[in-house]
């Protein structure tokens, strides 16, 4: 089954204490991004990927780091979190072909549900 | 900086309404737009992507229109039922950037 898979889907970590979500595509997508949802702020987009070694910030990069090392895979570290990155993160991936059917349709993780204490 | 617009935030409806969602962008430069459904708690489900050179997709109960020139599209629902209760969100899509809207709450009662 064709998915995007983030790990793990509900987290509770202290202030300080680094942790990775992991997020893996089955569908050889060339994008990848992350977004976070909070109450009121409505989907933000935190990192994307174009592909294989190639990120870019979105809008909320701040305290947020990425990696793209393999093209199935797009972790998302908090190297220090704080309690205001208590939040519903999503990762989600599509091909970037126009030519392709489907292209840049978005297919979204079922979401990881993080708190900050 | 793109900017992307839901009207309304909350609509309820009796059951059998035919509605329209609505979605405005600030930049016209944009690939793709795509409509989202997500229910409370939820993971996102794509409805419908609209490319940049399309005017509307159809699928089913919906239809999704797309005016560039204007800044608009607009999602519309046929028929209502209660299970298309859900957050409606769009997505505007440049490359690999996204930028949603914050989505309208639809409410159909039996």
């Known amino acids: 089954e064709a998915q995007v898979t983030q790990n793990p889907r509900y987290l509770i970590t202290v202030t300080g204490k680094k942790l990775t979500v992991t997020c893996s595509q089955n569908?050889?997508?060339?994008?990848m991004s992350w977004y976070r949802q909070d109450p009121g702020l409505g989907l933000r987009q935190i990192y994307y990927?174009?592909?294989?070694?190639?990120?870019d910030k979105g809008d909320v990069p701040e305290g947020y780091k990425v990696s793209r090392k393999e093209k199935r895979n797009f972790p998302l570290i908090l190297e220090s979190p704080s309690p205001n990155q208590t939040s519903l993160y999503f990762c989600?991936?599509?091909?970037?072909?126009?030519?392709?059917?489907?292209?840049?349709?978005?297919?979204f993780g079922a979401g990881s549900r993080l708190t900050v204490l | 900086k793109q900017e992307v617009t839901q009207i309304p935030a909350a609509l309820s409806v009796p059951e059998g309404e035919n509605l329209v969602l609505n979605c405005s962008f600030t930049?016209?430069?944009?690939?793709?737009l795509q409509w989202f459904r997500q229910d409370p708690g939820k993971g996102l489900t794509s409805l419908l992507l609209?490319?940049?050179?399309?005017r509307e997709q159809t699928s089913g109960r919906l239809n999704a229109s797309l005016d560039k020139s204007s800044g608009r599209s607009t999602l519309y629902i046929a028929a209502s039922q209660p299970g298309d209760s859900a957050t409606y969100l769009c997505?505007?899509?440049?490359?690999?950037?996204?930028?949603f809207g914050d989505g309208t709450t639809l409410t159909v009662k039996p």
């Open positions: 609209i490319q940049s050179s399309q």
């Open positions: 930049d016209s430069a944009i690939y793709n």
């Open positions: 990927s174009m592909n294989v070694e190639v990120t």
């Open positions: 997505a505007v899509i440049n490359a690999g950037k996204s930028t």
């Open positions: 569908m050889n997508h060339e994008y």
């Open positions: 989600a991936s599509s091909f970037s072909s126009q030519a392709r059917a489907g292209a840049n349709v978005l297919t």
